[in-house]
Structure formats: C-alpha cells, structure tokens
C-alpha cells in the first residue's frame, strides 16, 4: 500500500493524466481476497493513509473470468507465471476480488468492469470507449 500512495503521489507531481496498470484498489482487493478475515484490518490501515493518496479519478477493471484468466496464466512463461501463481487461485479468491469491485462502485467509486475474455484488439477497444466517455464528462 505505501508503494501505491508513494508511487500515485509522485505521478501526480508531474502530469495531470496518469495511466497505471496497479494501484490503491487492486492493492485493497488483493489482500481482501488473499483472507477475507483481514478486510476489517485492511480498512483500518486504509483509513490511516486514505488522506495521503491520490485517487484515480477513473477506473477500468479488466474482467476476463475465472476459467479465461486461468487460463492465460497457464500459458505464461518464467517470472511473469511465478508471478501470478503467488496469487490465490481459486475461484472464491477470483470471486471475492471482482466482489470487491462492484462493492466500490456501489459506494459511488468511479470503476467501470469490462468483459476482458475478448482478443487484446477487442479489450483495447473496449477500454478506449470507456476513458473516451469518462473523458467526455471530465473534459
């Protein structure tokens, strides 16, 4: 987490539109669904530090499922599959974290959840729609 505000609050330093792959909720997520009997100390910590991070004022969540994601992780070679495999994977893991995300957008947090399970073009299009559209109500 500190990682992420460090990082966040650089980045915000120097440019106005930040793209980033990771950041504050994936961080929250993880470790939600890594052992949900952590999610009340997870929000302690949070509420702690939540004054000294820069939100992102949009955010896309690429949703592949379950099974897709999974499924490209089996493909994956060297560091980037030790990597993922760290992560839980079962499926009340996967479940947990998209849970998480729909539960922010609830509380009126800016996520928009895409079906990821498509070719990269496809993602990639999908992606550009929603941050054109975000961008078109932000300016």
Known sequence: LSGSIEQGNRIAQISKNIVMDRFVWSTLAIHIKTDLSRTQQVFEIFDL????IYFPDFTIVLHPGYKETRNRIS???????????????????????????EWLKKQGVP???????????????????????FGGKNG
């Not at 060297?78 to 009340?92: N, R, T």
């Not at 928009?112 to 993602?123: L, Y």
């Open 75 to 101: 493909k994956k070679t060297g560091l980037a599959k030790k990597l993922d495999e760290f992560a839980p994977g079962d499926e009340e893991s996967y479940d947990r974290e998209i849970d998480f995300f």
């Open 111 to 133: 996520i928009v959840i895409i079906d990821a399970s498509g070719t990269k073009e496809r993602v990639f299009e999908l992606a550009r729609a929603e941050i054109e559209r």
């Open 49 to 52: 530090v939540a004054e000294d």
